[in-house]
């Protein structure tokens, strides 16, 4: 089982740059694919970006993609989103999600099994 918690949100204006930082228990973190997904008010939960278990793989949803980097360090445990250029329609709760060794792009929620709580960020125009 895995416990997620992320860090790192808050306000920001238009241009500027986040680093959000997911912390996970578990001494399996390697074994698990990450992802960062977000949601808006009144907006369905949607994916921002996932990273391979193995090998480091990473995806994104076009609206980031150029923008915002995933990685993360098996040996701490952590998943990073390096969030740069940001635009007030990045304002979103944002989430990171674990699944266990599941392979390929994992872009829906279903395919996740432990969430963290979420971390707010607002982006001011």
């Known amino acids: 089982q895995v416990q997620a918690v992320e860090s790192g949100g808050g306000l920001v204006q238009a241009g500027d740059s986040l680093r959000l930082s997911c912390a996970a228990s578990g001494r399996t973190f390697s074994r698990y694919a990450m992802g960062w997904f977000r949601q808006a008010p009144g907006k369905e939960r949607e994916f921002v970006a996932a990273?391979?278990?193995?090998?480091?793989?990473?995806y994104y949803a076009d609206s980031v993609k150029g923008r915002f980097t995933i990685s993360r360090d098996n040996a701490k445990n952590t998943v990073y989103l390096q969030m740069n250029s940001l635009k007030p329609e990045d304002t979103a709760v944002y989430y990171c999600?674990?699944?266990?060794?599941?392979?390929?792009?994992?872009?829906?929620?279903?395919?996740?099994?432990?969430w963290g709580q979420g971390t707010q960020v607002t982006v001011s125009s």
């Open positions: 999600a674990a699944a266990y060794q599941r392979w390929g792009l994992l872009s829906s929620p279903e395919q996740y099994d432990y």
């Open positions: 990273i391979s278990w193995s090998a480091g793989i990473t």
